[in-house]
């Protein structure tokens, strides 16, 4: 049996291969995931919060269970108000832990709002959004890293 209703949250900047696989594997768990993209990331985004949201309505566009949503301010303040009680996040290695586990420990403080992780694919452990974009920027190939489309918008961005 699925469990109702999880947010998914994170900056999405861009979204990689790994948000992807997380995102994916959450729907296997509930019955509906709200990818929730915050509006203000801490550093200048690549990509606006309405193209973030838009890249990932696109990609998840076969997906009718997910939802594609802005949010500002607590992350346990959003989740309320969408009526939602459990967080998923993905942990990609060890080092992810400790600051999951401290962010996992506030919210629940904060609403009684629960975290569940999923282990990234082992395939995807390494991908970070800032990562994809320095390779990127730097002239890498980001193709395999991030849905193909991203990497697209990526190149355009990169020659505006
Ligand atoms: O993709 P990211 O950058 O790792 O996502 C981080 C995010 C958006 C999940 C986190 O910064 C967050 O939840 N921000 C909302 C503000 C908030 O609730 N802060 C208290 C966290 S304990």
């Known amino acids: 049996m699925r469990v109702a209703k999880a947010v998914c949250p994170g900056s999405f900047d861009p979204p990689t291969n790994g948000h992807m696989d997380v995102i994916r594997r959450s729907l296997s768990l509930f019955e509906t995931v709200v990818v929730a993209v915050i509006r203000n990331v801490s550093k200048k985004p690549m990509f606006s919060s309405e193209e973030r949201v838009e890249m990932l309505r696109d990609l998840l566009a076969a997906e009718p269970r997910a939802e594609v ?18 967080v998923v996040k993905g942990l990609r290695a060890v080092s992810d832990f400790d600051y999951e586990l401290q962010m996992a420990q506030m919210n629940h403080g904060l609403s009684g709002i629960d975290t569940v992780f999923i282990p990234t694919s082992p395939e995807h452990a390494y991908l970070s959004s800032s990562l994809v974009k320095e390779v990127g920027s730097l002239g890498g190939s980001v193709s395999g890293l991030v849905p193909g489309r991203v990497a697209d918008l990526m190149k355009e961005r990169w020659s505006e």
């Open 69 to 86: 949503v802005a949010f500002d301010g607590l992350l346990v303040d959003f989740a309320r108000a969408q009526g939602v009680n459990v």
